[in-house]
């Protein structure tokens, strides 16, 4: 399959795999890249631009086929050597960053300057035209359904794919809900060019995350995520376990003069416990309403061959079908 964002990147198949904190280690992304789609190093899961480095010969190895790397720019008091982990990318021969949070504009000179194509994600139509217009190269578009941050205007992806392929010239994938090959039908329909996966990629087997992540995502529902931290205008979606309710309780109690030292123990440094250890009660951490979707722990090639081949039997028959008719 054809798309401006195959073409762009230098890939088989129109899907992303998003970069997410303590699951985007090299394990996964040579698995997505190996089976045709873009796989994606989480950047700031290293914590220093050595590691990042280091992961990156890593997937090097793993991978002969092209694969990202994500920076999160994040408003900190402390922040990270974002100049460092530029270097590491350059160094490292990656051709593509998807980047996230604040403008990246202050990246772009140095990672177009190396080749790099940059896909920022994106939460409203008027951050895509802004990305755009900076230059970056591509756009994810992350719909309400998202897991992590889905921004702070709870727009659907059936309303913001069709308005982002409306106002933007630049190729864009669909974020939040996308799990099989109708995902990327429906997306390739709404105007987008590919798809990002998050949670959908939690659930394999090479995902370097514990069992019983992956089998909280299987047993959820798509009724089972819950939106915290609103109120900071930091809004998350994440699965709902003991944290979250607990969470959500200091809301509702505090109300307007809650602060993030308030809820610190929920938030805080909890991705290895939960991620690495299984502990899941830990913390709150992002998941996607898709997991109402998701019923199994394929392979990463299991689920990529899967989604192309449901897709081609929805282009081909179903679709075709109905034009006959």
């Given at each position: 399959?054809?798309?401006r964002?195959?073409?762009?990147?230098?890939?088989?198949?129109?899907?992303?795999?998003?970069?997410?904190?303590?699951?985007?280690?090299?394990?996964?992304?040579?698995?997505?890249?190996?089976?045709?789609?873009l796989?994606?190093?989480?950047?700031?899961?290293?914590?220093?631009?050595e590691?990042?480095?280091?992961?990156?010969?890593?997937?090097?190895e793993?991978?002969?086929?092209?694969?990202?790397?994500?920076?999160?720019?994040?408003?900190?008091i402390?922040?990270?050597?974002?100049p460092?982990?530029v270097?590491?990318i350059?160094?490292?021969?990656?051709?593509?960053?998807?980047?996230?949070g604040?403008?990246?504009q202050?990246?772009?000179?140095?990672?177009?300057?190396?080749?790099?194509?940059?896909?920022?994600?994106?939460?409203?139509?008027?951050?895509?035209?802004?990305?755009?217009?900076?230059?970056?190269?591509?756009?994810?578009?992350?719909?309400?359904?998202?897991?992590?941050?889905?921004?702070?205007?709870?727009?659907p992806?059936?309303?913001?794919?069709?308005?982002?392929?409306?106002?933007?010239?630049?190729?864009?994938?669909?974020?939040?809900?996308?799990?099989?090959?109708?995902?990327?039908?429906?997306?390739?329909?709404?105007?987008?060019?590919?798809?990002?996966?998050g949670?959908?990629?939690i659930?394999?087997?090479e995902?370097?995350?514990?069992?019983?992540?992956?089998?909280?995502?299987?047993a959820?529902?798509?009724?089972?995520?819950?939106?915290?931290?609103?109120?900071?205008?930091?809004?998350e979606?994440?699965?709902?376990?003991?944290?979250?309710?607990?969470?959500?309780?200091?809301?509702?109690?505090?109300?307007?003069?809650?602060?993030?030292?308030?809820?610190?123990?929920?938030?805080?440094?909890?991705?290895?416990k939960?991620?690495?250890?299984?502990?899941?009660?830990?913390?709150?951490?992002?998941?996607?309403?898709?997991?109402?979707?998701?019923?199994d722990?394929?392979?990463?090639?299991?689920?990529?061959?899967?989604?192309?081949?449901?897709?081609?039997?929805?282009?081909?028959?179903?679709?075709?079908?109905?034009?006959?008719?």
């Open positions: 399959m054809k798309t964002i195959t073409e762009l990147l230098g890939i088989q198949h129109p899907i992303v795999q998003g970069g997410m904190h303590y699951v985007g280690f090299a394990e996964l992304a040579a698995a997505v890249s190996n089976a045709g789609g796989g994606i190093i989480t950047g700031l899961t290293q914590r220093t631009p590691l990042l480095a280091n992961e990156i010969r890593r997937c090097r793993m991978t002969t086929r092209p694969f990202g790397v994500n920076i999160t720019f994040l408003p900190s402390a922040s990270p050597d974002y460092g982990y270097r590491a350059v160094e490292g021969g990656v051709k593509v960053v998807e980047t996230a604040n403008n990246p202050q990246v772009l000179p140095h990672l177009h300057a190396a080749g790099i194509k940059v896909i920022h994600k994106c939460t409203s139509v008027r951050h895509a035209l802004k990305a755009q217009s900076i230059g970056c190269d591509a756009v994810s578009v992350d719909g309400f359904e998202c897991g992590g941050h889905p921004g702070e205007d709870d727009v992806n059936f309303i913001l794919l069709p308005r982002a392929a409306d106002e933007l010239t630049i190729p864009f994938v669909a974020s939040g809900g996308m799990a099989d090959g109708r995902s990327l039908v429906a997306a390739l329909s709404l105007g987008a060019d590919g798809i990002n996966m949670t959908r990629f659930a394999t087997k995902a370097p995350v514990h069992e019983n992540v992956k089998q909280a995502i299987v959820a529902t798509e009724l089972d995520t819950r939106l915290v931290m609103r109120s900071l205008r930091n809004t979606r994440v699965l709902r376990n003991a944290a979250t309710d607990r969470l959500l309780e200091k809301e509702r109690t505090l109300g307007a003069n809650l602060k993030f030292d308030d809820i610190r123990e929920e938030v805080a440094g909890v991705y290895p939960i991620m690495q250890e299984g502990t899941m009660d830990a913390g709150v951490w992002s998941c996607g309403m898709v997991a109402g979707l998701i019923h722990v394929p392979t990463v090639k299991e689920l990529v061959d899967r989604i192309m081949s449901e897709a081609d039997a929805i282009i081909r028959g179903r679709l075709a079908g109905f034009a006959a008719a």
